[in-house]
């Protein structure tokens, strides 16, 4: 399993997260974005690709790279549902697994909000990412990681 990181949204205490945990367990990371992202100085298995400026550049990279197995970090709904389609695993960056079940009904009201704020409709923004959803995540990524580490001991 390799982790590929839909780096522009991502917040970076959440990267932070994914780079102490590439760090620690030794999988391959990949951030992907259309702006230049820091990454830890000593990390050999850290890499990062920069995709030109434009709609969905990242994600259209990030499904074309990877792999059945891989883990998608996203909090972009159609991302995280092309990969579960190609057979990756896609978590939020707020802790939330998501599955070929929940990510259609995310798909839905997605797309409605979409509808919404094309007619003018303000929507809001998400709330800031608060403590408990940053110990969800990096839960979440433990669980998968162990399990990665468990089926390479098989």
Same mark, same amino acid.
């Given at each position: 399993?390799?982790?590929?990181?839909?780096?522009?949204?991502?917040?970076?205490?959440?990267?932070?997260?994914?780079?102490?945990?590439?760090?620690?367990?030794?999988?391959?990371?990949?951030?992907?974005?259309?702006?230049?992202?820091?990454?830890?100085?000593?990390?050999?298995?850290?890499?990062?690709?920069?995709?030109?400026?434009?709609?969905?550049?990242?994600?259209?990279?990030?499904?074309? +790279?990877?792999?059945?197995?891989?883990?998608?970090?996203?909090?972009?709904?159609?991302?995280?549902?092309?990969?579960?389609?190609?057979?990756?695993?896609? +978590?939020?960056?707020?802790?939330?697994?998501?599955?070929?079940?929940?990510?259609?009904?995310?798909?839905?009201?997605?797309?409605?909000?979409?509808?919404?704020?094309?007619?003018?409709?303000?929507?809001?923004?998400?709330?800031?990412?608060?403590?408990?959803?940053?110990?969800?995540?990096?839960?979440?990524?433990?669980?998968?990681?162990?399990?990665?580490?468990?089926?390479?001991?098989?």
């Amino acid at each position: 399993m390799e982790i590929w990181v839909d780096a522009d949204a991502c917040p970076v205490v959440i990267r932070e997260t994914l780079f102490r945990a590439a760090e620690r367990t030794g999988v391959t990371m990949t951030l992907v974005a259309n702006k230049p992202v820091r990454l830890p100085a000593v990390a050999q298995n850290v890499h990062f690709v920069q995709v030109p400026a434009g709609f969905d550049a990242a994600d259209k990279r990030i499904v074309e +790279l990877m792999a059945a197995g891989d883990l998608v970090i996203t909090a972009d709904v159609p991302l995280a549902a092309a990969a579960i389609e190609k057979g990756g695993v896609a +978590l939020n960056p707020r802790g939330e697994l998501y599955t070929s079940e929940n990510v259609r009904e995310r798909l839905s009201v997605r797309n409605f909000l979409d509808e919404l704020r094309g007619s003018g409709v303000n929507t809001g923004g998400p709330p800031a990412l608060s403590q408990r959803e940053r110990q969800m995540f990096a839960n979440q990524l433990d669980r998968l990681l162990a399990r990665r580490a468990k089926a390479g001991d098989a």
